[in-house]
């Protein structure tokens, strides 16, 4: 059974970082690109970030690149996705999820987590 397990969100002001973990279970952790998406209430799920299988690129939505980083390592089956410079707009649950490759559509995603809140104050 795959498990995605997300931690590490919270409430913080803005300016603030805050590093999420995504553990996995179940599966070949290093066959998979993993990947984070969020969504905030009323809107769609939007794709932040991507990481290929080795760690040997990744893929950042505009609105992030320069202040969130994504990392991984797949000797503990874990990836991390480093928010700093925390604003408003970022607030949302943020899910990881694990797919054959790196996309921006969530659909091409096979395992997902159950999220894990960040909200950030102003």
């Known amino acids: 059974q795959v498990q995605l397990v997300e931690s590490g969100g919270g409430l913080v002001q803005a300016g603030d970082s805050l590093r999420l973990s995504c553990a996995a279970s179940?599966?070949?952790?290093?066959?998979?690109?993993m990947g984070w998406f969020r969504q905030a209430p009323g809107k769609e799920r939007e794709f932040v970030v991507c990481?290929?299988?080795?760690?040997?690129?990744?893929y950042y939505a505009d609105s992030v690149k320069g202040r969130f980083t994504i990392s991984r390592d797949n000797s503990k089956n874990t990836a991390w996705l480093q928010m700093n410079s925390l604003k408003p707009e970022d607030t949302a649950v943020y899910y990881c999820?694990?797919?054959?490759?790196?996309?921006?559509?969530?659909?091409?995603?096979?395992?997902w987590g159950h999220g894990t809140q960040v909200t950030v104050s102003s």
């Open positions: 999820a694990a797919s054959s490759s790196c996309y921006s559509d969530p659909l091409r995603y096979n395992y």
């Open positions: 179940g599966l070949r952790f290093n066959s998979y690109s």
């Open positions: 990481i290929s299988r080795t760690g040997s690129n990744t």
